[in-house]
């Protein structure tokens, strides 16, 4: 398997769940400043992609975690197949995946695409507010957890992880999210989370 990464991307958390296999893999380094070198491996022109040991690509972080982590079903990254903890793992990627990823876009884009600054502050501004409100939920949930399921790290918490570390970039503030820190910590601890980062370059 081939993954194709952008530094501190949402790759990241593919990156993760590669590394959390054992499986051996390559890395391609694809900045997501260059749309053309992303686009000559997949028209979506977005990253994560993962050429399969087939030779097809994969899009979509969601489908390539769990094409990764069905490789080492015994690994229970994500979990078995018919039972409710299935089901609220589902339920976590696709809130990360839609409500959260897709939370941070819009700061990340807003400078692009909104010229006028006090016009660009204010909607950040609404932005921020929206995810923070969010986060206040998130850290709930993590009460007294030490994984978003429960015991077990899973790839929930290896995507929201990836997305929780754009905090930085964006200056959300995060520092009333007492679970979210210890929960934040402790993924951040994992040998497989380490390896992803320092290959990325986001460890010095
Ligand atoms: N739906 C895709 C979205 C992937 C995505 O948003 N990738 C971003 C990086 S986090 C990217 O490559 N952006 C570059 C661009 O869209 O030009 C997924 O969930 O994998």
Redesign the pocket.
């Known amino acids: 398997m081939k993954l194709y990464y ?1 530094p501190g ?3 990241l958390a593919s990156h993760i769940i590669l590394n959390e296999t054992g499986i051996p893999f390559e890395t391609e380094m694809k900045s ?1 400043k260059d ?1 053309a070198a ?1 686009v000559a491996i997949h028209p ?5 992609l993962l050429k399969m040991d087939n030779g097809e690509i994969l ?6 975690m769990q094409y990764v982590a069905d490789q080492k079903p015994e690994l229970n990254l994500m979990p078995k197949m018919g039972t409710t903890e299935r089901y609220r793992a589902l339920e976590w990627l696709n809130y990360i ?1 839609t409500e959260i ?2 939370g941070y ?1 819009p700061l990340f884009t807003a400078d692009r695409l909104i010229g006028e600054e006090r016009e660009r502050d204010t909607f950040k501004a609404k932005v921020k507010d929206a995810l923070s409100q969010k986060f206040d939920w998130i850290d709930a949930q993590l009460a007294g957890k030490d994984y978003l399921l429960g015991k077990d790290f899973t790839l929930c918490d290896a995507y929201l992880f990836t997305c929780f570390s754009w905090s930085k970039y964006v200056s959300l503030d995060t520092s009333k999210w007492k679970n979210l820190a210890t929960w934040n910590s402790r993924v951040y601890a994992r040998p497989a989370v380490q390896t992803a980062m320092k290959t990325e370059g986001l460890l010095k």
Not at 44 to 48: A, E
Not at 59 to 64: L, P, Q, Y
Request: charged share 20%; with cysteine; aromatic share 4%.
């Open positions: 952008s991307a949402c790759s997501t749309k992303i979506k022109g977005y990253i994560p899009s979509e972080g969601v489908a390539i995946s990823h897709k876009s």
